[in-house]
T-cell receptor, first 116, second 114 residues
Framework: AQSVAQPEDQVNVAEGNPLTVKCTYS??????LFWYVQYPNRGLQFLLK??????LVKGSYGFEAEFNKSQTSFHLKKPSALVSDSALYFC??????????????FGTGTRLLVSP | DADVTQTPRNRITKTGKRIMLECSQT?????MYWYRQDPGLGLRLIYY???????NKGEISDGYSVSRQAQAKFSLSLESAIPNQTALYFC?????????????FGEGSRLTVL
């Protein structure tokens, strides 16, 4: 079965510093990987995805993610963190292609706290 | 207005009661999903549906049922709620034709079973 792991429950970073939120994956076949963000009292919002192609994927709000096949990782990054980036971040992998359904398996989430 | 609307947003109920969580969407998407979020566990898939005649069990369907009343409406029911069903529930949609691979989530329904 497909799975993702987010090894850090929380990441703390100062505003203006670069941030990294880690994700590793375990899949059979080619991985379809996603990052979502959840702000307080809101649903999840799509940030970016990796399907194929360039290993560096750019997404919303200045975020990017680096796909590394040899390390089975898909870390989320941003060059300069904002206080407003503070939220809960989820890595996810698509669990098969069942007639077009996006059956995603989510990680446990990493809380990002950006201090002023 | 939100594209994916869930009602109620918050509900407190007692063990043994029947509860229905409703989801409606204006995105015109054909695929709809119910997920459950628990702290430290992430999101887990309960049920998903292609259309009114198509219902599929997800990872944790026991104790839940769903109804797809129309393309735009997908309801989740707990026939006899129990405390370990206390969680945050999310409805989501996706669109095969656009093929972007992303899910669009509602804002969640927080359920507490006493």
């Amino acid at each position: 079965a497909q799975s993702v792991a987010q090894p850090e429950d929380q990441v703390n970073v100062a505003e203006g510093n670069p941030l990294t939120v880690k994700c590793t994956y375990s899949v059979s076949g080619n991985p379809y990987l996603f990052w979502y963000v959840q702000y307080p009292n809101r649903g999840l919002q799509f940030l970016l995805k990796y399907i194929t192609g360039d290993n560096l994927v750019k997404g919303s709000y200045g975020f990017e993610a680096e796909f590394n096949k040899s390390q089975t990782s898909f870390h989320l990054k941003k060059p300069s963190a904002l206080v407003s980036d503070s939220a809960l971040y989820f890595c996810a992998v698509r669990d098969g292609w069942d007639t077009g359904f996006q059956k995603l398996v989510f990680g446990t989430g990493t809380r990002l706290l950006v201090s002023p | 207005d939100a594209d994916v609307t869930q009602t109620p947003r918050n509900r407190i109920t007692k063990t043994g009661k029947r509860i229905m969580l409703e989801c409606s969407q204006t995105k015109g998407h054909d695929r709809m999903y119910w997920y459950r979020q628990d702290p430290g566990l992430g999101l887990r898939l309960i049920y998903y549906s292609f259309d009114v005649k198509d219902i599929n069990k997800g990872e944790i369907s026991d104790g839940y049922s769903v109804s797809r009343q129309a393309q735009a409406k997908f309801s989740l029911s707990l026939e006899s709620a129990i405390p370990n069903q206390t969680a945050l529930y999310f409805c989501a949609t996706s669109d095969l034709q656009r093929g972007t691979g992303e899910l669009f989530f509602g804002e969640g329904s927080r359920l507490t079973v006493l």
